[in-house]
């Protein structure tokens, strides 16, 4: 049976919960003009209809919502589909066992912001989370946590986390001074195994298909690639020359499994890779390129003919490869900001909202 975390929700917390009518943003109120329409959301029909799920457990035995919260970060049980972590800018980490239907909060770790979070894929009570310039580690399905790595410069992020799919002690970092950390003892040690001068590393994924490939992105200076398990890493911009802007990157995502594809998200536009990143082509947008700000995308894991994404206003959908889109206005006041398949059931699909700074 599924070990399930306890909860213990202060009186305090719930105090500051209800009470709270608007949110921060780094500082800057957010531009959202509902102030209770963010948190999650989750359509069982690929997105034709959303209904919002953030609803939290509390001492009472009457939930409470989350929907004021602005989220940033995702991450599925990759042994239980129905199990996910998502972040929340400044309020920290959530979790829930049932799909969305109801969740709890990561309360020990307090208000911070989650920029990445992993689960072991063969024990899912380790569970790692990227918290400023540290990598932070449960290995009792987050009732306790302890810190498995820390940068001596406070100014460093951990952007990028990633656990080999072959190996679960195999454990990767990335962060905002370009670093590239592999510790393969589950965070007990670490060793630089790239360091990308001045390069700013946003995220870092492993390839499903083949977890001997991987990939590092920046936000200016494009996406780079190691064909080895993470020993040599090269740049990608020669694979990319064709398309304007595509060091401008904005997501990633793989097709389904069994095949070598790769999305990419750019300033350029939607990308497409049927060879893990050798060679590129382009995807055709519903709206011109330069006018289209994708702030996440997904691919059904099931049928990549299945492809979504989301602007600041807009969910698009397409189930024929990108030749064709639909449009649906968004069921939130705030941005998409990332999006999630179920790898089950394509029908269902996840959305994260935040509002955006003025």
Known sequence: MKAKALIFIPLLFLTLFLSACSIKVGG?????????????????????????????????????SFGSFDLYSIARDPADRNTLYIGAINEGMLYTYDAGESWQRVGILGKIIPRAIAVDPE??????????????KSTDCTRTWAQVYYDTDLNVTVNGLAINPSNAKEIFIATSRGDILRSGDGGGSWSAVERLKNIKLVKLYIAPQNSK????????????????????????AKNLKDF????????????????????????????????????????????????AVINAFA??????????????????????????????????S??????????????????????LQK
């Open 123 to 136: 024990n899912h009570c380790n569970v790692y989370v990227a918290v400023n310039n540290r990598l932070n």
């Open 244 to 291: 304007k802007d595509a060091s401008g990157f904005k997501a990633l995502a793989f097709g389904q499994s069994g095949s070598s594809t790769v999305f990419l998200v750019t300033k350029y536009g939607l990308l497409k890779s049927e060879n893990l990143g050798d060679t590129w082509s382009k995807i055709e947008l519903l709206t011109p390129d330069a006018k």
């Open 28 to 64: 800057s109120s957010s531009t959202a003009v509902n102030p209770n329409d963010g948190g999650f959301w989750k359509s069982v029909n690929k997105g034709t209809l959303w209904t919002q799920k953030s609803l939290v457990a509390n001492v009472s035995g009457r939930p409470i």
């Open 334 to 355: 705030r941005a998409g900001w990332f999006l999630d398949v179920d790898p089950v059931d394509g029908n269902i699909l996840y959305l994260g909202v935040r509002g």
């Open 213 to 236: 490939v991987m990939f590092a992105a920046s936000e200016t200076k494009g996406i780079y690639r190691s064909t080895n398990g993470g020993a040599t890493w090269e740049t990608l």
């Open 299 to 332: 691919a059904n894991p099931k049928n990549e003919q299945e492809l979504y994404y989301v602007t600041n206003t807009t969910f698009y959908k397409s189930i024929d490869g990108g030749k064709a889109w639909t449009t649906k206005k968004l069921p939130s």
